[in-house]
């Protein structure tokens, strides 16, 4: 099956300021979906994409899914405490309908 | 609002012991899942069901059995527990998509610890 990346690991964010984690596939992806898991909870669905080069937003989240569909991104501005916890993709191979999570990026924000 | 519920937020057991971990959902999903999740390594899949008596292996299959007499619960079974099964484990649920995963929606976790 497809083996899914994330990078960074950790990211520490100055509150206020944007970042980027990026989500990287081995092989083509029929969609993927993004997760977040705050704290002491379980991870919670927050978005699915599915078409080639698809952008989609969420107040100040916006994910995206690159056009040869290997790829995906999310980025976050002007961060806030809310905004901590630790951040998966999960990817759909287009010949496997199981979901490869990604390792996932932890969020820490500075005050 | 979709709830998966699992049996225990803590469990400890010895090793040799054979494990049992109850998950049990409310919304009629078809699909449901059994994940560990270890610092560093995301979640791995162990198995999944797609229907009652239906079982696939997921990535990291061995020394783990599931069993799904019941559409809404799926049980997650270590059959001689040794301590590298110590870690997290979540469950989780989702509709049956087609052609397209539907989203999960996971329980709060199991942690188990062997000793």
């Known amino acids: 099956g497809q083996q899914v990346m994330q990078i960074p690991q950790y990211q520490h964010v100055q509150e206020g300021e944007d970042f980027t984690t990026y989500c990287n596939s081995s092989?083509?992806?029929?969609?993927i979906q993004w997760y977040k898991q705050r704290p002491g909870g379980h991870p919670v669905f927050l978005i699915q994409l599915v078409k080639s080069g698809e952008v989609k937003k969420q107040k100040r989240l916006t994910f995206q899914f690159g056009e040869a569909k290997k790829n995906s991104s999310l980025h976050i501005t002007a961060t806030q405490t809310t905004d901590v916890g630790t951040y998966f993709c999960?990817?759909?191979?287009?010949?496997?309908?199981?979901?490869?999570f990604g390792a996932g990026t932890t969020v820490t924000v500075r005050a | 609002d979709v709830k998966v519920t699992q049996s225990s937020r803590y469990l400890v057991k010895r090793t040799g012991e054979k494990v049992f971990l109850e998950c049990v959902q409310d919304?009629?999903?078809?699909?449901m899942f059994w994940y560990r999740q270890d610092p560093g390594l995301g979640l791995r899949l162990i198995y999944f069901s797609y229907d009652v008596k239906m079982k696939e292996k997921g990535d990291i299959p061995e020394g783990y059995s599931v069993s799904r007499e019941k559409k809404e619960r799926f049980s997650l079974i270590l059959e001689s527990a040794s301590t590298n099964q110590t870690s997290m484990y979540l469950c989780?649920?989702?509709?049956f998509g087609t052609g397209v995963n539907q989203p999960q929606h996971f329980g709060d976790g199991t942690r188990l610890s062997i000793l």
């Open positions: 092989t083509t992806l029929s969609n």
């Open positions: 919304m009629d999903h078809e699909n």
């Open positions: 989780a649920s989702s509709l």
């Open positions: 999960a990817g759909e191979g287009s010949n496997d309908y199981k979901l490869s």
